[in-house]
């Protein structure tokens, strides 16, 4: 989605330091690009549609400017080109922006009665030529801000930069992130942190409905009513990726390849002394329901701790994707903990939800991977997953890590709830300690997935199914599938194929089932039989060893307890979405349309 960086200094030297947040950003997804900067006291614009190579092309980076405000666009009002491409410029003002200004149209007209024309189809121009408005009309820099932020509905990061002051950036917020970047007579300005890493990693954070002023020597911050207000310095500890991709042919592979490490690394702290420290997870003993809000990959990551949350805590457990959450009528009950799962904790609708519930006082808790993220800072406790960086759109190793720690979490509550003996948990947690020789076993079978690869590759359409866990371990690997290849794909309940969807399987479509669960696999077969009649491929990856069927390519994952199940079924699923892309020649780090962080809803 959107990135901005902008950055102010005493040396002249800017552009350089623009393009290199700009990069940073990209792995978050866009489709233009834009630069503003002062060149002896005017200010210039410089866009490109696509790539922001593009933009570096028509940029002259040697340029000396010491102030200048850059943006990565994700088309929402008006397609991608150079006219809709921020920096837009209205008379005194020249900004960039994140998020929807939802009263646009409303606004829009107002200011055209007042003789303003408009060149794009966005929301930010309008946000410029109402910032423009109040500036022509108080003539003052704060007024024109705080009647800015009472007028505008929606969401916005924005920096602009007044015609007639070439020493300062002015920063607004609401609801979307932004963040102040202290480097060496240097200040930055970013949505997001990685885009300033390479100068600085102490920042401070501008809350919601805050602004700022940022010059070379000075930032000084106010709060919606122009009162001036002191911030802490933060540190952010984590490095910036210097690795890169090696030699991965994408970073899709190489964090798929990671997760031998990064699973244990998540849960490391909990397992490596027994029950003990399990223990120090979060007591969930007091709450009667869990409730689990997150989008995509995330979800389906709740769904597999809702499996194991009732099927081994008696514990009743719901999953809502955070989109529906925050508009419908939720049963707020104070015995209720409601957990958040998101790998960038900027996702706008889980954010939003999170809004909701500590509105309503409600416990929550926060899988994040992103530290200090918007979502980490606002749930009441987080716990962390070690995975590093994950910059490939398609999420893999966030989903293992997230899916183990709560697993843990299971674990935990099952064992004070006196659902799981001792033994019981020791077992599991001995299978959690050899988790990455797990994963390496499923790691090595690269051949088969290429070869399953190589057949889906021709198909348009695939679907999945299974039972339970496996069901829900198929909706990810539909879900890979689909973002990455552009092959479409659905992930089906194994009993609901005969309820509709099994009119669209023909010869050589493609049914991949996932069955690790003894007790319903034969259900699950019995259903492959039913579409191999009718002309389906059929694969199927499954623990049990006691299936076997010559008319079906079947992928062998280790056997484990429940509890580890998706983390292993789910590598030769991401694998073959993976190779299956790759033989389609597309964008697989940055699938067209999509973006890393969500943060528009
Ligand atoms: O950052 P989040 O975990 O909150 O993101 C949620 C989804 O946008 C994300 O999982 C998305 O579905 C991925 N592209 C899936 O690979």
Known sequence: ????????????????????????????????????????????????????????????????????IAHTRWATHGEANTVNAHPH???????????????????KEMLEKEGYTFKSKTDTEVAGALLDYYYQTTKDIDETIKKFMSKAVGSYAILFLLDNDDTSIYVLKKESPMIIGLG??????????QAI?????????????????VKANEITFYNKDGNEITKDVKTYQEQGDELGKGSYKHYMLKEIEEQKDTVYKTIKKYINKGINS???LPDLTKYKEINIVACGTAMHAGLIAKYLFQEFTNTRCH???????????????????????????????????????????????????VKESSIARGVQKVLYLE??????????????????????????????????????????????????????????????????????????NAFYIG??????????????????????????????????????????????????????????????????????????????????????????VPFTSSFLKAIIAVIPLQLIAYYTADLRGTDIDKPKNLAKSVTVE
């Open 197 to 213: 890493l390479k100068y600085t990693n102490t920042y401070y954070l501008v809350g919601d409905l805050e602004y700022a002023k």
């Open 278 to 280: 399990l223990l120090e």
């Open 387 to 460: 995975t590093g960086k994950e910059i490939a759109v398609a999420s893999t190793k966030a989903y293992t890590a997230q899916v183990a720690l709560l697993s843990l979490l299971v674990l935990s509550h099952g064992y004070r709830k006196k659902l799981l003996s001792k033994e019981e948990v020791e077992d599991i947690l001995a299978e959690f300690n050899n988790v990455s020789t797990y994963i390496k076993q499923v790691l090595l079978a690269k051949d088969k997935y290429q070869s399953i690869a190589k057949e889906i590759s021709q198909e348009e």
């Open 1 to 68: 989605m959107c990135g901005i960086v902008g950055a102010v200094s005493t040396k002249e030297k800017i552009l350089p330091i623009l393009l290199d947040g700009l990069y940073a950003l990209e792995y978050r997804g866009y489709d233009s690009a834009g630069v503003s900067y002062f060149k002896d006291k005017k200010i210039k614009i410089i866009k490109a549609k696509g790539k922001v190579k593009h933009l570096e092309d028509k940029i002259n980076s040697e340029e000396k400017t010491t102030i200048g």
């Open 467 to 556: 039972r339970g866990l496996d069901y829900y371990i198929s909706m990810e690997g539909s879900l890979k599938l689909k973002e990455i290849s552009y092959i479409h794909s659905e992930a089906l309940a194994a009993g609901e194929l005969k309820h509709g969807t099994i009119s669209l399987i023909r010869k050589g479509t493609p049914v991949i089932a996932c069955a690790t669960d003894k007790k319903i696999n034969s259900k699950t077969v019995s259903n492959l039989e039913e579409v191999l009649a009718r002309g389906a491929k059929v694969y199927l990856l499954t623990d049990d060893i006691t299936i076997t069927n010559d008319s079906f390519t079947i992928v062998r």
């Open 319 to 369: 999953v809502y994707l955070a989109s529906e959450y925050r508009y419908q009528n939720n049963f707020f009950s104070k015995n209720t903990l409601t957990i958040f799962i998101s790998q960038s904790g900027e996702t706008a609708d889980t954010l939003a939800a999170l809004k909701l519930v500590n509105a309503n006082n409600l416990d929550s808790l926060g899988i994040i991977n």
């Open 89 to 107: 410029q209205v008379k005194h003002i020249t900004l960039v922006h994140n998020g929807i200004i939802e009263n646009f149209l409303e606004l």
């Open 184 to 193: 060496q007579h240097l200040n930055l300005i970013a949505s997001d942190i």
